[in-house]
């Protein structure tokens, strides 16, 4: 093992934090198993939002990462989120974390270096709340740039892509037939999925549409308390549980048909999948699918809109995304920020208003009439009597 030299503390060397290390190249690969008592180290270039939520809702109290969080490419929430929900991040301490540490090793986090033993086995830098907020601000003022390489990039792949306009999707014919003239929700892990996704819970009910979960979509719609019709994407963030209660899956394919995500359904004990080659985003292809199967209306929660949403998710163009919604026009509906329109909860005041008019209305009944009256008095004893009061 090289000798590395002693971390600079930077303000931070008050900081003491022991738990069990997990490691994860992907941070979603590894949430699962994350708690207090854990401390994930990671490979995370600018790390999103999305993950940090996932990361404040697991408890983990530190977060180890071998690449930048923040690197001033465009403006990334994720590691804002991080510190001001007080979780310590030790940034940039480098690839060779991975080699001279294994997922169950016991660390310790001391200011700006990781110990084993006692022993200094990677450096790093503290990213706290003010540094965080710094870097948010400064790559905001780079956005233009993101923007016109996202804009020259996008259209480079709509070359490629273009074909999406056009070609009609191998879909098989059961799905297809369930599909046609329903109402269809595409569900997909993005921005706000749990809260937009709540606030739909009567169109749900209601309605009953045909539920896609895009990969990990569809264990949010199983968390939300709804079932799944279909599960489709490449299958590298879903759950064997989602796939075995699911009607139907999909596995969403390359274009030249090899589909890696093949190999995780079979895990799951599920056999006789078939695939869908397809290029672009699996949230995209998904509702071509739903599209091309006659779906009378598509009502998207959780999908990628906007440059720092699909720079979160990795992506140097959106062509998929823009073919996608040129194509299927109006019957898109986009339910994101829903719950911010809609709330879930009823204001008290109204509330209470209403029960009181309820009151004043039953009693206005009650002393109008003297048979009415009666009947309440009646059940009034009786339910004196059944609770013994």
Same mark, same amino acid.
């Given at each position: 093992m090289?000798?590395?030299?002693?971390?600079?503390?930077?303000?931070s060397?008050?900081f003491?934090?022991?738990?069990?290390?997990?490691?994860?190249?992907?941070t979603?690969?590894?949430?699962?198993?994350?708690?207090?008592?854990?401390? !994930?180290?990671?490979?995370?270039?600018?790390?999103?939002?999305?993950?940090?939520?996932?990361?404040?809702?697991?408890?983990?109290?530190?977060?180890?990462?071998?690449?930048?969080?923040?690197?001033?490419?465009?403006?990334?929430?994720?590691?804002?989120? /991080?510190?001001?929900?007080?979780?310590?991040? &030790?940034?940039?301490?480098?690839?060779?974390?991975?080699?001279?540490?294994?997922?169950?090793?016991?660390?310790? &986090?001391?200011?700006?270096?990781?110990?084993?033993?006692?022993? *200094?086995?990677?450096?790093?830098?503290?990213?706290?709340?003010?540094?965080?907020?710094?870097?948010?601000?400064?790559?905001?003022?780079?956005?233009?740039?993101?923007?016109?390489?996202?804009a020259?990039?996008?259209?480079?792949?709509?070359?490629r892509?273009?074909?999406? *306009?056009?070609?009609?999707?191998?879909?098989?014919?059961?799905?297809?037939?369930?599909?046609?003239?329903?109402?269809?929700?595409?569900?997909v892990?993005?921005?706000?999925?749990?809260?937009?996704?709540?606030? /739909?819970?009567?169109?749900?009910?209601?309605?009953? !549409?045909?539920?896609?979960?895009?990969?990990?979509?569809?264990?949010?719609?199983?968390?939300?308390?709804h079932?799944?019709?279909?599960?489709?994407?490449?299958?590298?963030?879903?759950?064997?549980?989602?796939?075995?209660?699911?009607d139907?899956?999909?596995?969403?394919?390359? !274009?030249?048909?090899?589909?890696?995500? &093949?190999?995780?359904?079979?895990?799951?004990?599920?056999?006789?999948?078939?695939?869908?080659?397809?290029?672009?985003l699996?949230?995209?292809?998904?509702?071509?699918?739903?599209?091309?199967?006659?779906?009378?209306?598509?009502?998207?929660?959780?999908?990628?809109?906007?440059?720092?949403?699909? *720079?979160?998710?990795?992506?140097?163009?959106?062509?998929?995304?823009?073919?996608?919604?040129?194509?299927?026009g109006?019957?898109?509906?986009?339910?994101?920020?829903?719950?911010?329109?809609?709330?879930?909860?009823?204001?008290v005041?109204p509330?209470?208003?209403?029960?009181?008019?309820g009151?004043?209305?039953?009693?206005a009944?009650?002393?109008?009439?003297?048979?009415?009256?009666?009947?309440?008095?009646?059940?009034?004893?009786?339910?004196?009597?059944?609770?013994?009061?």
């Amino acid at each position: 093992m090289s000798r590395l030299s002693r971390p600079s503390m930077n303000g931070s060397d008050d900081f003491r934090l022991s738990g069990r290390a997990v490691l994860g190249h992907k941070t979603k690969d590894i949430v699962s198993r994350l708690n207090a008592s854990t401390i !994930p180290v990671l490979n995370h270039e600018n790390l999103d939002r999305v993950t940090a939520e996932m990361l404040v809702e697991s408890g983990v109290n530190a977060v180890v990462n071998a690449a930048g969080s923040s690197t001033g490419a465009y403006p990334n929430l994720g590691p804002f989120i /991080l510190a001001r929900s007080g979780v310590y991040i &030790l940034d940039g301490v480098g690839q060779k974390v991975f080699e001279r540490l294994k997922t169950g090793d016991r660390i310790e &986090l001391r200011g700006d270096g990781v110990y084993r033993d006692g022993e *200094l086995v990677a450096a790093g830098e503290h990213l706290g709340l003010e540094t965080a907020e710094r870097r948010l601000r400064e790559s905001r003022a780079v956005v233009g740039k993101a923007l016109e390489s996202f804009a020259q990039n996008t259209v480079e792949f709509m070359r490629r892509e273009q074909d999406l *306009l056009f070609s009609r999707l191998d879909v098989p014919e059961e799905i297809s037939h369930e599909i046609r003239g329903r109402q269809v929700l595409v569900v997909v892990r993005g921005y706000d999925y749990r809260q937009d996704l709540a606030a /739909l819970g009567p169109y749900l009910r209601g309605v009953r !549409p045909f539920v896609i979960g895009v990969d990990g979509g569809a264990d949010a719609v199983l968390e939300a308390g709804h079932r799944v019709d279909l599960v489709f994407g490449d299958m590298d963030s879903v759950s064997a549980r989602a796939l075995q209660t699911a009607d139907h899956v999909l596995v969403h394919a390359y !274009p030249d048909g090899t589909a890696p995500g &093949l190999q995780m359904v079979e895990a799951s004990g599920i056999s006789g999948v078939n695939t869908l080659a397809a290029p672009g985003l699996s949230e995209d292809i998904a509702i071509l699918i739903a599209e091309q199967c006659g779906a009378e209306l598509i009502v998207a929660v959780g999908t990628h809109v906007g440059l720092v949403e699909f *720079l979160d998710k990795g992506r140097k163009g959106a062509s998929s995304t823009f073919l996608t919604r040129l194509k299927v026009g109006a019957r898109l509906v986009d339910a994101k920020g829903v719950s911010k329109l809609y709330p879930t909860s009823v204001p008290v005041g109204p509330l209470v208003a209403l029960v009181v008019a309820g009151l004043l209305a039953i009693s206005a009944v009650v002393y109008s009439s003297d048979q009415i009256a009666f009947i309440f008095k009646l059940l009034a004893i009786k339910l004196r009597l059944l609770l013994g009061i």
